[in-house]
């Protein structure tokens, strides 16, 4: 009986031997999961296609725009996980599938935020003074931005108007959030303007999103915004405007269609563009 | 006629006294007085069938202080059982215990005519007495007759000639009460507190850093409860461990908090006298909650007489407390008082609270006794809150802008709270006549408590009409009643060697509570939106049973089955005015059920007379938090299975003046439903599955009032499984964030005299240390890992002791608790950040203080 029992601890013990070196063979490693980064931000006024100068383009309605100045207050720049719920229809080429999907759209239905834009992957928190014209084509680094590893499908900015944390940065405004200064011609008319745009609260009214990129996101790079300031012009006809008796300069009031167009393209996902340098 | 026979035959047959199995040297109590000469102690012993010490009285007395310490070492025997005619019989025995002069040491010796020797004590064969399992007399030397149970009962003379039957100065019935249970796991820790409350504590909570892998983090001032990381689950404030408090649950059903919330504030430290920790889901008496766990509260107070405390320190702080303990009666009646006060370590951290703790036990005849315990408690807090790492770093907080006051700065001065709770609980303990015992406990609970907190600053607000953000400020208040009956029932059985082998319980809870969560407008704090608003009333009913049988003399087995049934009933308070179909009430009722059953289990073999190896596997759950539920529901429930094996050593006895504890253990769980912190609703949130694989050790050298050092290492690793994979997979997945993956723990304490001008001067120098590994944060970040010292040092002369504490004696600056989200504190038209970022809460810098302490127990310090 004693023998059979030490037998039987002999036995134990070798199990708890087993079950020791089980347990920590079992020590595998892994994180958290996604990774923090730290990349660069920056902005630039891009070039119109076939366009050697910045600021300097052709509207689709005809007119030749030359910008003398251009200032505007934007952020804060959020990059998302999510691809903008618009982008497939717009990649999409082949005709049949475009035929179908016009007559079987996806429905969308809201999930309770202003955008399923999913998680923010980096972010430039603060507002920026930009001179559109001001680097000439080249890029204006913000500074460095968090963010988290990974493939950025869109982005969203806000325009609002200027808040006191500028001070005098923002001056050149005058309080407005975008102001254009330039001429527009076509054939033998050539209209001096100045306009400017206003995007006060609420913040629905001063989002821009869907707005489209790929960008793999990670450290020593560089995300730059692309203001495409040819966009916002799209749709424009400067002859409706009132010209004033004496010539010179138009400014360019909120009634007036030019404005009006000005108003809607600035917010619209076409008028920024962004890509990542790595 | 037969049973007349075998009756009588076993009163003539000769009565074979118990032997020693296991006798505990008692502990010379250091606050008794020096004497030249050896002391005695006379104490009798009723032994019962099984072996174990069922109670203690005192024959002779050597004073009250070793009077307590022969039998708190008494209650601890085992014996392997008197027999006559092979029948074990429960007897009664006079073991006189000895104390040597404190000069030689601090220990006990039992001499020859005490009928024990120094090696594999023995009692003398006639200086046993049959006794009945009820009433006892003293009545030396009386005569059998030979009635079975109804025998007339016998006291014995010890050694050579009768002891003087004398006045009782003590007596105690010991099962169940004095004496640990078995453990369950070997993460089944019956800790007692003893010198180890020499250690700086803030509170009753901090004694639960006594059990290895324990860490508490506090975001929310002095007086929220704290989040408790245990066994690889941040359990937060008590939705994974169950607490209880001499058998009352303090977990909140659907607390606005977060279910489970646990408030263990107003328990006064110096009432505690030890905690059961069970990590695990491994006994089956552990109810709702006990997902990672079980801590359960032991009041008792040792000390009788008076002893006044006053303290003072940083940070304005202020402490008051009185314990009472009726020099006549046991340590389970007592009073105690707590008042404390103070700024806190930083702005917007105010707190006082006052407490009221009291207890008496009454006997009712010899084998019945009553405790009637009640509490009372209320306080206030300011919190700091959580604060934004890139604010502190530009120094945006609204502090002076140098970097110790940007790390204890806030953003919210609105954040705090105030609690209020009231307790009355009757438990009823009997011995029955066959030697099975019956416990019986009603309590009735009334509290509330309000917290505000914000963690996100101006981001989840939508304001109306465009306006800006009111403010993220967010405020749970909760209220209301429990009352609940629970028992035990053990029948006077003995099953392959066991005595009362089996336990049947059960426990019924009713909470009729509001719980309501509502948005606070940053300005002037009106509420602006209510989040939720419920009436809930949930019953609880449980049930469960457990088996415990030697099938050889190295193999213990325990099994048990426990079934929990929930019934809810919620009454939603916060349902739309109008819905598509137009105007409505906007009130709701709903009602759900749950069941569910855990079996648990347990193995225990006896390596050898030091060495046992223990594995044990369980299933728990958790309940639902009813404010989560749908109508005509069945309950979803989280559940845990979970299996440990490990092993404990033990030496102690045969003379020596020390014992010495280690165990070790390596666990795996797994949780069908877990929950992670969700900055937007300001509490935890499901994440579904969750695992951990962990080890721990831990170890604990006393040494006669003299020394106590208890030293933990833990390891876990807690993941989200890969969806998919198989559940043995239990290292695999994402590491959940936030719970620390190493934690280890000393607490030490060391006493002693000295002669000072011929004054006798007791000193007593104490250490505790915490050392807290990187804790996992998103995106594969840890944090910095943290160690923090804590020292205490008093001296006493006769009945005065001053004392000085220091936590934190390093000063260094820690983060207490690391979150990772997103947030705007910029205020409420500045554009929102809307990436996750870390956040985190100061833990508290180097803070001194001073003590008075006054021991108005006279009667026993006189020589």
Redesign the interface.
């Known amino acids: 009986m004693t023998t059979a029992s030490r037998v039987t601890r002999r036995a134990v013990l070798g199990m708890l031997g087993t079950s020791l070196l089980g347990g920590l063979s079992a020590c595998g490693l892994s994180g958290t999961g996604g990774r923090s980064i730290v990349f660069d931000m920056g902005l630039r006024t891009a070039l119109a296609p076939d366009e050697a100068d910045v600021g300097t383009f052709s509207t689709d309605t005809g007119w030749r725009v030359r910008l003398g100045s251009g200032w505007m207050v934007l952020g804060p720049i959020y990059l998302f996980e999510n691809a903008s719920p618009l982008q497939p229809q717009a990649r999409e080429r082949a005709w049949p599938r475009r035929l179908a999907r016009a007559l079987l759209p996806t429905a969308h239905a809201h999930d309770g935020d202003f955008f399923s834009g999913g998680t923010v992957l980096g972010e430039w928190d603060r507002e920026v003074v930009f001179d559109l014209l001001a680097d000439a084509g080249g890029t204006r680094v913000l500074g460095r931005s968090p963010g988290i590893a990974g493939r950025a499908r869109s982005f969203s900015l806000l325009l609002q108007p200027p808040s006191r944390v500028l001070g005098s940065e923002a001056a050149p405004l005058g309080g407005h959030s975008v102001l254009l200064e330039g001429t527009a011609s076509r054939e033998d008319l050539r209209i001096p303007f100045r306009v400017a745009l206003d995007f006060p609260p609420p913040v629905a009214l001063q989002r821009v999103e869907f707005v489209p990129v790929e960008a793999d996101l990670d450290d020593a790079g560089r995300f730059v915004v692309d203001l495409q300031p040819h966009r916002w012009f799209e749709g424009t006809h400067f002859d409706r405007l009132d010209l004033p008796a004496g010539g010179g300069t138009v400014d360019i009031p909120p009634e007036a269609q030019v404005h009006r167009a000005l108003s809607v393209n600035v917010r619209r996902s076409t008028a920024f563009a962004g890509r990542w340098e790595p | 006629m037969l049973m007349a026979w075998g009756l009588l035959a076993l009163a003539e047959a000769p009565i074979v006294p118990p032997a020693p199995l296991e006798m505990v040297a008692p502990v010379r109590p250091s606050e008794a007085r020096a004497s030249r000469e050896a002391e005695t102690v006379v104490v009798r012993l009723t032994i019962d069938a099984v072996g174990e010490v069922e109670r203690v009285e005192v024959r002779e007395s050597a004073g009250r202080l070793l009077d307590r310490a022969a039998m708190a070492a008494a209650v601890r025997w085992r014996f392997q059982p008197a027999t006559q005619g092979g029948v074990p019989l429960a007897v009664q025995v006079d073991v006189p215990v000895t104390f040597t002069p404190t000069v030689s040491a601090r220990v006990v010796e039992s001499s020859p005519r005490e009928g024990m020797t120094g090696e594999g004590p023995s009692l003398r064969g006639h200086d046993a007495a049959p006794v009945s399992a009820g009433a006892v007399e003293s009545s030396p030397r009386e005569a059998m007759t030979g009635e079975g149970p109804s025998l007339a009962v016998g006291a014995a003379p010890s050694g050579e000639g009768d002891v003087p039957v004398e006045a009782r100065v003590f007596a105690t019935t010991v099962r169940g009460t004095a004496q640990a249970p078995p453990p369950v796991a070997v993460g089944d820790f019956h800790i007692e507190v003893g010198q180890l409350a020499d250690v700086p504590r803030n509170s009753a909570s901090d004694l639960m850093l006594l059990a290895p892998g324990v860490m508490l983090a506090n975001h929310g001032g002095e007086g929220h409860a704290e989040t408790i990381f245990i066994r690889g689950f941040d359990a937060g404030e008590g939705k994974d461990v169950e607490l209880r408090l001499n058998g009352v649950p303090l977990n909140e059903v659907s607390h606005s908090h977060g279910h489970g919330y646990a408030d263990t504030y107003f328990i006064i430290p110096e009432l505690v006298r030890a905690l059961r920790v069970t990590e695990g889901p491994f006994d089956p008496a552990q109810g709702d909650f006990g997902v990672a766990g079980t801590v359960e509260y032991e009041l008792g107070l040792a000390r009788r007489g008076l002893t006044a405390s006053v303290g003072s320190g940083s940070f304005a702080s202020r402490r008051l407390s009185l314990v009472w303990g009726p020099p006549d009666s046991s340590d389970a009646t007592f009073v105690g008082l707590l008042l404390r006060q103070g700024h806190g370590f930083g702005p917007n951290r105010a707190y006082a609270n006052a407490g009221v703790m009291a207890q008496v036990e009454l006997r009712l005849g010899d084998a019945t006794r009553v405790r009637l315990f009640g509490a009372g408690y209320g306080g206030r807090f300011s919190s700091a809150g959580v604060i934004r790492e890139t604010d502190v770093v530009n120094a945006r907080l609204p502090c002076a802008p140098d970097a110790d006051s940007q790390f204890f700065c806030f953003h919210d001065a609105n954040q705090g709270g105030a609690g209020q709770r009231h307790l009355l609980s009757v438990e009823l303990h009997t011995r029955l006549s066959r030697g099975g015992r019956l416990t019986q406990q009603g309590y009735v609970m009334v509290r509330q408590t309000r917290i505000r907190d914000n963690f996100t600053g101006f981001l989840q607000d939508t304001p109306p009409d ?1 306006g ?1 953000q009111r403010g993220d400020d967010s405020e749970g208040y909760y209220r209301g009643t429990t009352a609940g009956l629970r028992g035990r029932y053990v029948p006077g059985l003995s099953l392959l060697g066991q005595s009362r082998p089996l336990e049947l319980g059960y426990e019924v809870r009713h909470d009729d509570v509001r719980t309501r969560s509502r948005r606070l407008r940053d300005a002037g704090g009106a509420p602006y939106a209510t989040l939720f608003d419920n009436q809930v009333r949930t019953t609880h009913l449980g049930g469960f049973s457990s088996l415990r049988v030697a099938p ?3 193999l213990t087995l325990r099994g048990g089955v426990r079934l929990d049934a929930f019934l809810f009933g919620v009454d939603d308070l916060n349902r739309p005015a109008v819905d598509r179909d137009g105007a409505r009430i906007p009130e709701e009722s709903l009602e759900a059920y749950g069941f569910f059953a855990s079996p648990r289990a347990s193995a225990e ?1 006896r ?1 050898s007379p030091r060495w046992t ?1 223990l594995t044990s596997a369980g299933l728990g759950a958790r309940s639902s938090d009813a404010a989560a539920l749908s109508d005509a529901e069945l309950a979803p429930y989280a559940r845990v299975v979970s299996g440990e ?1 490990g ?1 404990g050593w033990r030496l102690e006895g045969d003379g020596r003046p020390y014992s010495l504890e280690a165990r070790a253990a ?1 666990f795996a769980t797994r949780v069908s439903q877990d929950y992670v912190f969700d900055e937007k609703r300001g509490r935890n949130q499901p994440v579904g599955a969750s695992q951990r ?1 962990g ?1 721990f050790a831990l170890a604990r050298l006393t040494w006669a009032e003299r020394f106590d050092m208890q030293a933990s290492l833990a390891w876990s ?1 807690a ?1 989200l499984p890969v969806p998919g994979a198989s559940p043995w997979r ?8 936030y719970i620390p993956a190493l934690l280890g723990r000393v607490d030490a304490s060391a006493r002693g005299t000295v002669t000072v001008s011929g004054q006798r001067l007791g000193w007593n120098v104490a250490l505790g240390h915490s050392a807290i590994g990187p804790r ?6 840890y944090s910095a890992p943290v160690f923090l010292f804590d020292v205490a040092t008093r001296a006493r002369w006769d009945w005065v002791e001053l004392g000085v504490e220091v936590e934190n004696l390093l000063d260094t600056r820690w983060r207490e608790t690391e979150l990772n989200h ?1 947030s705007n504190f910029r205020g409420p ?9 870390r956040h985190f809460s100061a833990g508290a810098p180097r803070t001194f203080r001073g003590t008075l302490t006054v021991y108005l127990d006279l009667q026993e310090d006189s020589p």
């Open positions: 465009g800006a050889t003399s190295w073999v390596l190896w094996t092993v390596a694989l080890a690793r993941t239990v290292w695999d997945g994402t590491v959940v964030p996992p944060l998103p995106l594969n970040r997103v038209d500045a554009p929102a950040s809307l990436l996750a970022t």
